[in-house]
């Protein structure tokens, strides 16, 4: 099938599992009508971008960073601002993607050729507190950015609550500029995600995965590793650029901790290992399972939580508080790393994924060390 | 007496690499063994099994009555046997002095013993509180061996003692090597250069492929030219 | 034998100074900005002081990662159980810290530091065993590893201690300053120094005199080699494990003390600090993050002073700056 670049999920699980969340997405404000399933809907498709364009560089490429977080947030106070600034028009929201783009651009390079001074170990630590520091300047520069309140914005017309595309309702919902705005970011994101499977199935993607397994091989046989991790990088900073940005249109607001904060990042390292890394259609997965629990097992964790207060269980109300939801994330994660390091995808799909994994076992010497 | 090394049906795997594919072959108690053969055929994967750097994936590594497949490299390593890699592995940032203390399990180092090095290496006399990372090649490789010869062993590896050596300095690790040979240690020694493998071995297995082609006495290969020509791809004589 | 004793004469070890000069450097660039004598004392003690505390909270790290190559994404965790251990022992001895007893309040001082060590230095062994053995040699499954740790190890604090912040007050006598004319150095910051130049001492006597320092910087530069010696490395870096998430802790005791308050951000807060120490130093090098901390604390300093609004992102470019000069740190350790 062209449209999935020829790179169907694999497996009758994983097939009817993603079906069923893609047509979720597709129909959401009509099967799940209420402003916070839109919004855990909208959030996951922002996610799965993100997600995705950073296992491009994970689980592909083989690179880890820390800064994807901050392209994201490159993205969102690109549109934002420039919302804020110049108006409520597509113009404007035009303007800001530009800009957001270029800059991302500019970053990723910054980036990518720094890696090449120092050694891959310094740089996943480089790109932690480059990130950091680009959070701390965005608070600093209040003036521009709005510092730690951030800024809020119309959107274009189109896209405000306030406007109705149909008078009356379809399937009972008002088709308004909520519904609009929703569909904008859902379009967007497939369009974009769909680029990204081009991308890893393309000759461009294997030589990716060449490099990750074997740097040196690679370079021997003739890939410019450097060209090749360099456009990577900035790939997958204009997917979160993107993402970022449809975030920002989709909240109407833009802030540190929307945009910029480490925990999106942990977050995202969480969903990218959950769902599978090395394959895209593990973002979905990973994503989609994430924003759920997120939303929804707060709520679950509350109600457990009382009834361990009423039963005077000594520490168990506050591990099982809200508000320690990543407590179990956490341990989660943990468990994904060890137990199930192909993630969903590799539990679900057949037997002989289509990417190698990661690591080596280190009882085996590691290749190219004869 | 040292004991013998004996190996059987080896296998090893690097990665997706099949390197050793089913060695067999015994290095005698107290004798000196060559391993020779081509680049890549092998020969470092071999030592590195023996001394538990990498793990066996199949067969039996015994050293006397001792199996070693399963053990990690410190047990191998406390069973008495010395390693002198290919790369010799001197430790840059510390001292002659601390990488000889490194070398003595017991702890301290034997005077006695370490006059006996000094006879033959008497440079680490001269350098004995310089920093490692500064000596010449050569004395590297001193260091590397009599790290590796500091306390009395039941086997010693050694790695390609004389790559990258100037041919006079061959010379003198040859004597080296001989001294050594006759404290009666099992030896099992890899080398390209076959004027060391002549004179100091007392026993020859040929590797290629990661298989064992050839075992016999060192006097009967050196004496016949077709065969050498045959094993190693060229006049082990051209080979100097 | 002559030919293996030819050469020619060693040379004497020669001492790599530059890179230790760099701070001295940097206060000499600064001080003419500064202007003021009095300020810029004040600002260069408070630097060093800062300097002493980040050196302890990251002397650990650089050593495990030196010796494992295990990128511990955790150690902040233990930075933040230090500062809550703290309260542990200074809560019920609040009598002993309100006194106006020197005597009294170094007793409770030094009390409350080793409860943080000791803690810490158990809940390192656990870490260790739990979360960092299991991935040994897979670096990419060892960030994930730990960062998972260290969320776990934060939320935990969180449920146990509760998540607002814990007020810590300085015993009676640490706090003000002593006067030099004009220039005001905090007592509590000369403390800070002492201690993190006695952690100083302490580890590079150990390093240099003792069996199992020998064992360590052996195992820093070769650790394949220093296991075929016979030695089992594992264990060994257990110990020095457990030792940097105690140092940790004692780091992170400190400054909750200095900050007057016990928040698990400081964990993470610090956590970057101690990365950009260690990158800077040379991954393994204990000399290396020494002078590494006290430069990226005078310099965080100066900034402060000069240019508030770099201040926080001054270490980024300090780092930056660093690798673009020497691009395995100021003390790389050989054959790294």
New interface residues.
């Given amino acids: 099938m062209n449209l999935l670049s020829g790179d169907p999920p694999r497996g009758r699980a994983l097939q009817a599992i993603l079906v069923l969340v893609v047509i979720a997405l597709i129909l959401a404000p009509f099967l799940f009508p209420g402003a916070k399933a839109l919004n855990v809907a909208a959030k996951t498709c922002v996610m799965i971008l993100l997600v995705a364009s950073y296992d491009l560089l994970l689980g592909y490429t083989g690179i880890v960073s820390f800064a994807h977080v901050m392209f994201f947030g490159v993205g969102a106070y690109g549109v934002g601002l420039a919302l804020y600034g110049l108006g409520a028009g597509w113009g404007a929201l035009a303007v800001g993607l530009v800009a957001a783009a270029a800059l991302s651009l500019a970053l990723a390079l910054a980036i990518g050729l720094f890696s090449l001074r120092v050694q891959s170990i310094f740089f996943a630590m480089v790109t932690l507190a480059v990130a950091y520091a680009f959070n701390v300047l965005a608070s600093q520069l209040s003036w521009l950015t709005g510092g730690e309140d951030g800024r809020s914005f119309k959107v274009p017309d189109v896209l405000q609550p306030g406007f109705r595309l149909i008078e009356g309702k379809v399937f009972g919902v008002a088709v308004n500029g909520k519904i609009l705005t929703y569909y904008l970011v859902l379009v967007v994101a497939a369009a974009a995600f769909l680029v990204l499977l081009r991308v890893v199935n393309s000759p461009f993607g294997r030589v990716l995965q060449a490099i990750r397994e074997n740097p040196f091989r690679a370079e021997a046989l003739g890939y410019r590793t450097v060209f090749h991790r360099t456009l990577a990088t900035c790939i997958s900073a204009l997917g979160a650029t993107l993402a970022g940005a449809l975030s920002a249109l989709w909240l109407r607001y833009v802030g540190p901790d929307t945009a910029l904060s480490f925990s999106i990042q942990v977050d995202v390292l969480v969903m990218v290992v959950v769902g599978g890394m090395g394959s895209v259609y593990g973002a979905i997965l990973g994503a989609a399972l994430f924003v759920f629990a997120e939303s929804y097992l707060q709520d679950a964790m509350g109600a457990l939580s009382s009834l361990a207060a009423e039963a005077r269980l000594p520490l168990l109300p506050a591990l099982l508080h809200p508000d320690r939801w990543l407590l179990w994330l956490g341990l989660a994660f943990v468990l994904a790393v060890y137990f199930a390091p192909t993630g969903i995808v590799g539990a679900l799909g057949p037997s002989e994924p289509k990417t190698k994994s990661i690591d080596r076992d280190r009882t085996q010497p590691s290749a190219g060390t004869p | 007496m040292s004991a013998a090394l004996t190996l059987q049906g080896v296998h090893t ?5 099949h ?1 050793l594919q089913g060695v067999d072959f015994d290095a005698p108690a107290g004798r000196t063994t060559m391993l020779l053969g081509r680049n ?1 055929a092998g020969k ?2 071999t030592l590195r099994t023996i ?1 538990g ?3 066996a994936s199949k067969g039996r590594i015994a050293l006397g009555a001792t199996a070693l497949e399963k053990l ?3 047990d191998v ?2 069973l008495g046997v010395g ?1 002198a ?1 290919e790369t010799m ?1 001197v ?4 001292t002659v002095k ?1 990488n000889l ?3 003595a ?1 017991q ?1 301290a180092l034997d005077d006695a013993r370490l006059a006996w090095i000094f006879g ?4 680490l006399k ?2 004995w509180l ?2 490692a ?4 090649g ?2 590297k490789q ?1 260091l590397s061996i009599a ?1 590796a010869i500091v306390e009395p062993r039941e086997l010693l590896l050694i790695d390609e003692p004389t790559k990258g050596l ?1 041919p ?2 061959v ?3 040859i ?1 080296c090597l001989n001294e050594i040979k006759a404290t009666g240690v099992t030896i099992l020694l890899v080398e390209q250069n076959f004027r060391v493998a002549r004179e100091v071995g007392d026993e020859v297995r040929v590797m290629d492929n990661g298989l064992i082609v050839h075992r016999g006495p060192m006097a009967a290969l050196a004496a016949d030219e077709a065969l050498q020509n045959r094993l190693l791809g060229l006049s082990l004589a051209s080979h100097q | 034998m002559s030919a293996l004793d030819a050469g020619a004469a060693l040379p004497r070890r020669r001492l790599d100074v530059l890179p230790a000069l760099t701070p001295l450097a940097v206060a000499l660039v600064a001080a003419p900005f500064i202007g003021s004598l009095s300020t810029f004392v004040t600002l260069t003690a408070a630097g060093l002081a800062m300097g002493m505390l980040i050196f302890t909270m990251a002397s650990g790290l650089t050593l495990v990662f030196g010796m494992m190559d295990v990128l511990n994404f955790g150690h902040g965790a233990f930075i933040a159980l230090g500062a809550y251990a703290a309260t542990l022992a200074l809560a019920p001895l609040a009598s002993w810290s309100s006194a106006d007893s020197l005597v009294l309040n170094l007793a409770v001082f030094v009390l409350a530091i080793i409860v943080a060590a000791l803690i810490c230095g158990v809940f390192g062994w656990v870490f260790e065993r739990l979360i960092v053995k299991p991935v040994y040699g897979q670096h990419l499954k060892q960030i994930l590893a730990t960062i998972g740790g260290s969320i776990i190890a934060e939320q935990l604090l969180y449920a146990v201690f509760g998540p607002a912040q814990i007020p810590l007050a300085l015993p009676k006598t640490f706090e003000g300053s002593f006067v030099f004319g004009q220039a005001a150095v905090e007592k509590y910051r000369l403390l800070a120094t002492c201690v993190g130049l006695l952690v100083f001492a302490a580890e590079m006597l150990i390093l240099n005199r003792t069996r199992i320092g020998l064992l360590i910087r052996a195992g820093v530069e070769n650790r394949e080699m220093v296991e075929a010696l016979g030695y089992r490395v594992d264990r060994l870096f257990v110990a020095v494990f457990m030792a940097g998430s105690a140092l940790a802790g004692l780091g992170g005791a400190m400054m909750a003390l200095y900050r007057g308050q016990v928040h698990a951000t400081i964990g993470g807060e610090f956590l970057v600090l101690c990365f950009i120490v260690i990158i800077i130093g040379g991954l393994g090098s204990v000399g290396g993050s020494f002078v590494a901390s006290i430069l990226v604390a005078l310099i965080a300093n100066y900034a402060g002073f000069l240019a508030p609004k770099l201040a926080l992102v001054s270490n980024i470019l300090a780092m930056v700056a660093v690798l673009l000069w020497r691009p395995r740190g100021l003390y790389p350790v050989s054959g790294r």
């Fill in positions: 795997h690097i990665g997706r690499y390197i890549g470092t994967t001394m750097l990498w793990r990690a490299a410190s390593a406390r390693y890699p592995a430790f840059s940032d510390l601390e203390v490194l070398g399990r702890g033959f290496f008497p440079a001269k350098f310089s920093r990372g500064a000596l010449s050569g004395q001193m790290r100037a006079a300095i010379g003198a690790l004597a």
